[in-house]
């Protein structure tokens, strides 16, 4: 199937852009985001005129939405998730899953893996980001502390070689003991790995991201926190340019002032805008769960019994205007945050995250650049 964009400002995230031109895509992906010749005979024609196209939206911090949580998932659920992100733009994710039993972890990791081919209409399940089980009791959120485990690289292994040729990404609190081996051995592996739920030092944090670590999970959430004697691993997720550091933008988890002062402090390409959406995201207020654990939604704030926050009701294109409001920042220089960086961050920026040649031909066309909505989606070159 061949498909002609025309007429249309199409994002280049390179040069954090738009560019008027012509994209043409065949066969579910990018064949040129500058196309010049002639208009192939077989072509699909979309008027693109007053059209800005950007790169479908990657979210690798994500455990459901729509009724849904992917540590309690079967093949049609897998399914009714991958349509529900796709239609709120979101066209690849990592699925996320929070601390629970070996057994559960492995039955997600299985229907995960079962139901991830890419087709029209859905969105691309791209691997598993583990979130839970390898976190610090004195920081696990919303995570039940009877679910937590010590840092077993023994363990780790067996669990990623389940999960492999997968993509994976591992959140740990890389501080505990046996942290070191742990890290290289998710980096040996062939995961990427992020500082999650963690009461690290500055000094511990610098140490983790030595080993291996390459990113702060939900930065300033579920760390210590910040101390003018004792910075943390927060400042150290801002101070640290070469890692990327993770945010939550539904004004509950962050304050709008310290996303702000996170645009500031860190490199453009290294700022990942994430949901942590869990399964009430797209639904009414009510009772839900997270990885099994009650929830309750009330004006969309999601917080458990001990009135944590479990979660957000976010999806990813709100997050992302979020920013734009919160930092003063134009779409131009939001949308490499949820598209190229996190897609860089794990290790999936070859097939998507851009709209250059060779990615896959997932499309999100706004009408709006300074208050975008989206008008359509188009997943592997085709409207949904």
């Known amino acids: 199937m061949t498909v002609l964009f025309k007429n249309g400002s199409v994002y280049n ?22 196309y010049t010749g002639e208009v192939p005979a077989d072509a699909e024609i979309v008027d693109c005129t007053g059209r800005y196209l950007l790169p479908g939206l990657v979210d690798v911090h994500t ?5 849904y949580d992917f540590n309690n998932v079967d093949a049609e659920a897998v399914t009714a998730l991958r349509k529900s992100y796709a239609k709120a733009g979101t066209t690849t ?12 972890l492995e039955n997600s990791i299985r229907f995960i893996g079962e139901n991830r081919e890419t ?13 839970g089980r390898y976190l610090n009791p004195k920081r696990r959120g919303a995570h039940a502390t009877e679910l937590l485990y010590p840092l077993d690289a023994v363990e780790l292994e067996g669990l990623m070689r389940k999960m492999l040729p997968l993509p994976v990404h591992v959140s740990c609190a890389a501080e505990m003991e046996g942290g070191e081996a742990f890290v290289k051995t998710a980096v040996r592996l062939g995961a990427t790995v992020g500082m999650a ?3 690290a030092t500055w000094d511990e944090a610098r140490r983790a991201v030595e080993w291996g670590v390459t ?7 579920a760390m210590k926190p910040v101390h003018h004697r004792e910075p943390g691993n927060a400042i150290a997720s801002l101070m640290t340019d070469e890692a990327w550091t993770e945010l939550i933008c539904d004004g509950e988890h962050v304050h709008p002032a310290m996303i702000a002062l996170a645009s500031r402090a860190k490199p453009k390409d290294k700022l990942v ?8 995201a797209a639904m009414p207020d009510g009772e839900y769960g997270i990885a099994g654990l009650p929830v309750i939604v009330k004006n969309g704030r999601a917080v458990n019994s001990d009135g944590a926050l479990a979660g957000s009701t976010l999806d990813l294109f709100k997050g992302l205007t979020n920013f734009m409001k919160f930092t003063g920042r134009t779409l131009e220089d939001t949308l490499p945050c949820a598209t190229s960086n996190p897609a860089e961050m794990v290790g999936i920026a070859d097939s998507c995250g851009s709209l250059a040649a060779g990615r896959r ?9 300074e208050n975008p909505a989206i008008e359509s989606v188009w997943v592997l070159g085709e409207r949904i």
């Open 13 to 34: 995230n390179a040069e954090r852009r738009f560019v008027k031109a012509d994209l043409l895509a065949e066969n579910g992906v990018v064949v040129d985001p500058a």
């Open 63 to 67: 455990h459901g939405r729509s009724g």
């Open 93 to 104: 994710l990592m699925a996320t899953l929070a601390s629970a039993t070996m057994e559960s």
């Open 119 to 131: 087709e029209a209409g859905k969105a691309t399940l791209a691997g598993v980001h583990l979130e």
């Open 197 to 199: 739920h963690s009461d």
């Open 215 to 221: 990113s702060f999970t939900h930065t300033f959430n």
């Open 273 to 280: 805008l994430i949901t942590d959406s869990m399964e009430a």
């Open 361 to 369: 031909a997932d499309i999100v066309m706004v009408t709006d650049r």
